[in-house]
């Protein structure tokens, strides 16, 4: 198999496999590119760190990625719909609505990111 095909797996594995793990993946990003670009880089360190985790077995199990043998591309896991084991699963879909002690929790976080002890000097210029 030549090495451009080979590279052609390792490069579909590493889309296939973020944009399924990470769903801000799955639709453009109406950000500035020096954003998107953070939030791609933010996902492939986090993808990095799990897979050299200790809980690597359970975020990335055998057969996960694609393969070749005998020329032949096998495909990986990742590649069906609703897994049923591991990471991939399909999330399930919860009430968009914020419950009244996530609207507590929130109004804590604005409070004490706004007071003089938890703002950084920075955080206006964006």
């Not at 003089?116 to 206006?124: E, F, H």
Request: proline share 6%.
């Amino acid at each position: 198999m030549p090495k451009l095909s080979r590279a052609r797996i390792v490069v579909e594995n590493v889309f296939g496999i973020l944009s399924v793990v990470f769903r801000v993946l799955r639709k453009p990003m109406l950000l500035e590119s020096e954003k998107t670009a953070k939030i791609v880089l933010a996902c492939a360190f986090l993808h990095n760190f799990m897979r050299k985790s200790d809980s690597s077995e359970r975020y990335n199990p055998s057969g996960t990625y694609d393969s070749a043998q005998f020329g032949e591309v096998i495909p990986g896991a990742w590649r069906v719909e609703g897994l049923p084991t591991g990471t991939f699963l399909r999330l399930k879909k919860v009430a968009r609505k914020p419950s009244t002690l996530a609207k507590q929790y929130q109004n804590e976080f604005n409070s004490y990111f706004l007071s003089d002890i938890g703002k950084v000097p920075w955080q206006y210029k964006y």
